[in-house]
Nanobody, 119 residues
């Protein structure tokens, strides 16, 4: 599975962005998909995941929404009310046997798309 994230960019605080991640392969629907992010100088952290259920980092609930379109091999991350602290490189990830909430369980990573939120 190859993953390609897109949709990042520069946005003002309070704005919105929608990230997309396109996956190759015919077995996309069998994977739980997740988004992680890494801010400058910080470790990569979990953002959201979708499989049989959806999961969010507690601090992001209510602002971020993950969704997927299995017919198009796409997973999305809608980000609203963005804050400067949301500035990071966002990575999509695929997990075949788990929930895509833990980095240790990820089977495939995309290259990431950069999000910058200005104050």
């Amino acid at each position: 599975v190859q993953l390609q994230a897109s949709g990042g960019g520069l946005v003002q605080a309070g704005g919105s962005l929608r990230l997309s991640c396109r996956a190759s392969g015919r077995t996309f629907s069998m994977y739980a998909m997740g988004w992680f992010r890494q801010a400058p100088g910080k470790e990569r952290e979990f953002v959201a995941a979708i499989g049989y259920s959806t999961y969010y980092a507690d601090s992001l609930k209510g602002r971020f929404t993950i969704s997927r379109d299995d017919a198009k091999n796409l997973v999305y991350l809608q980000m609203n009310s963005l804050k400067p602290e949301d500035t990071a490189v966002y990575y999509c990830a695929a997990d075949y046997s788990g929930s895509a909430t833990s980095q240790a369980g990820i089977d495939y990573w995309g290259k990431g798309t950069e999000v910058t939120v200005s104050s």
